[in-house]
């Protein structure tokens, strides 16, 4: 009885030094957070002797400005909206982007109204006529950009209900048409010595090594793994066999992720993605660097989850606008959440 009660005071202590952890570290992105952009704000705040560490952060000196053109797909509603308020806010040109033009132009008008300058476009990101209007847009009118943000993505499925329709949809989209609108900007993405930036809004859902929800196929696991082994032909017949599984009705006892299934399966895509685009990536010479990650926006409030989410648009938002405007960017390919690098 002895060992029992003391086990459970083990785990017990675990799980409160665990949320200390959790507390510090939210707090400390708060602070983050909260720091300014603008040169007046910087200098009010030094003068006011701000503590030490922060002001070794505000005085740094930031790399953006209003020539740096920021692009967000899905831009017009829930964290690709919060992405392209704090983009604007820190003094960037964003580019919105969406599907649903009506959408769009109203998202634009909400931040207008903020005194944001924002530009509307629209784009579909699984019609590649859409893909390449854009590009000749972008091209035309703003000669490239700096920094690429991947956040629109779809959901249809929670649980065990599931079709090939909307398993089609959910990856086309969320991963043919993050990729198919990658590699259309890669070439017009900005040659600079701070590095183009290109954010994949990914999540925790699509790890490979997660306690919960990943792919039980140890083999495939250990390809995926495995970056040098890793292949647009992999990731193609990973999906193709999920896909031939959700048809036939096998896929429940096929090993997939059990949670939001075909939303898991496109992330993994995606995550495995970025791993393989910043290897081919990483050969660029030094002015010309693109430096590609993907982030977990956590468990927000928006019209995928139903709002059923426990974080807020700008906690969502948050790692991945940190993750673009990072001064001395060296992470490639890696995975994020809450501002601290997690395994795929």
């Known amino acids: 009885v002895t060992i029992v009660i003391l086990g459970e005071m083990g785990k017990k202590e675990k799980k409160e030094k665990a949320k200390e952890r959790r507390e510090k570290r939210l707090q400390d992105i708060q602070l983050l957070r909260s720091i300014p952009y603008s040169d007046q704000q910087r200098n009010e705040i030094v003068n006011d002797k701000v503590v030490p560490a922060v002001i070794s952060v505000i005085t740094r000196k930031w790399w953006w400005s209003k020539e740096t053109i920021a692009v967000v797909t899905g831009g017009n509603r829930g964290i690709g909206f919060e992405i392209c308020r704090q983009f604007a806010t820190h003094g960037l040109t964003v580019i919105l982007t969406s599907r649903d033009a009506t959408a769009g132009s109203e998202s634009i008008r909400v931040l207008q109204e903020c005194g944001l300058d924002v530009v509307y476009h629209p784009l579909d990101i699984v019609d590649g006529s859409s893909i390449n209007n854009f590009v000749e847009w972008l091209q035309e009118n703003y000669g490239g950009l700096d920094i690429l943000v991947n956040n629109a993505g779809v959901n249809f ?20 048409g993050t990729k198919n609108i990658t590699e259309a900007l890669i070439p017009l993405m900005k040659p600079s010595i701070v590095g183009a930036r290109i954010v994949n809004v990914s999540s925790r859902l699509g790890r490979l090594n997660g306690r919960r929800n990943r792919i039980s196929n140890v083999a495939l696991r250990e390809q995926l793994s495995d970056v040098e082994c890793l292949s647009e032909e992999l990731i193609d017949r990973t999906l193709s066999s999920f896909l031939q599984q959700v048809e036939d009705g096998s896929w429940t006892s096929g090993g997939w992720p059990q949670i939001y299934t075909d939303y898991s399966v496109s992330k993994l895509a995606v995550n495995a993605y970025t791993r393989l685009t910043a290897r081919k990536l990483s050969e660029r010479p030094e002015d010309q660097k693109i430096y590609i990650n993907c982030c977990c926006p956590g468990w927000v409030k928006t019209a995928l989850t139903g709002f059923a989410g426990n974080n807020t648009v700008e906690e969502g938002a948050d790692t991945g606008v940190w993750l673009a405007l990072l001064h001395d960017q060296t992470f490639m390919g890696s995975f994020f959440a809450e501002r601290r690098e997690i395994n795929f």
């Open 157 to 176: 499925n929670l649980g065990s209900d599931n079709s090939v329709e909307n398993a089609r949809k959910v990856i086309e989209t969320n991963y043919y």
